[in-house]
């Protein structure tokens, strides 16, 4: 089964950390990533893409993404 996340967060080490933790998890890079502005809060805020082949498992709606 082919999995997909897409991680955000405030543009700081917190980020960074949760992508680096996917990363080490087996989980790939896809795409670029991306960045907003918000305004209200002046803060810019990061996403990146992340892929995962897992074998021996079925895609349902109800599995949680960050336990693979």
Partial sequence: MQLYRFLTGPDDSSFCHRVTEALNKGWMLYG?????????????????????TVEGHEYSPDIKLGSF
């Fill in 32 to 52: 670029s990533p991306s960045h907003s502005y918000n305004a209200e809060e002046k803060k810019m805020y990061c996403g990146q893409a992340v892929t995962k």
